[in-house]
Nanobody
Framework: QVPLVESGGGSVQAGGSLRLSCPASFSIFGISVVGWYRQAPGKQRELVARITGDGITEYGDAVKGRFTISKDSAAKVVYLQMVTLQAEDTAIYYC??????????WGKGTQVTVSS
């Protein structure tokens, strides 16, 4: 598996948008699920969204309708498009891949800061 290095984080005003990227090839590395998680200071890490190789998606309640997870098989990237960002979305966002062989990998995270 290619080392997971998330990108696309940054600082935005409330109402703004960001797109996060995570390198992931479902077919080459036998990945079953790719997920985005986040952890805000003093809070537990929570699921933001995840996607299977078949394109089945799941979202955390806090982001439904605002965030979209997608995969580009040709580019071998999983994206997290975030719109209408709110101060509560401020957190470190992590990419996670789960492989069919049981391997579970996490990136080091990318900071998203939303100012109101």
């Amino acid at each position: 598996q290619v080392p997971l290095v998330e990108s696309g984080g940054g600082s935005v005003q409330a109402g703004g948008s960001l797109r996060l990227s995570c390198p992931a090839s479902f077919s080459i590395f036998g990945i079953s699920v790719v997920g985005w998680y986040r952890q805000a200071p003093g809070k537990q890490r929570e699921l933001v969204a995840r996607i299977t190789g078949d394109g089945i998606t799941e979202y955390g309640d806090a982001v439904k309708g605002r965030f979209t997870i997608s995969k580009d098989s040709a580019a071998k990237v999983v994206y997290l498009q975030m719109v209408t960002l709110q101060a509560e979305d401020t957190a470190i966002y992590y990419c996670r891949t789960q492989q069919y062989n049981g391997r579970d990998s996490w990136g080091k995270g990318t900071q998203v800061t939303v100012s109101s």
